[in-house]
């Protein structure tokens, strides 16, 4: 089905930027020498 598939490749691709962004603030915290430019 055409709308499942979009619908989990949505799911997945906003899990992923999710996911980065949790990341980088989590390594920010984790490590102070490192600054958002």
């Known amino acids: ?4 598939a979009m619908g989990a490749i949505m799911m997945l691709a906003f899990l992923t930027v999710i996911g980065n962004l949790i990341a980088d603030i989590m390594y920010g915290m984790l490590d102070p020498r490192v600054r958002l430019d």
């Open 1 to 4: 089905d055409y709308s499942l």
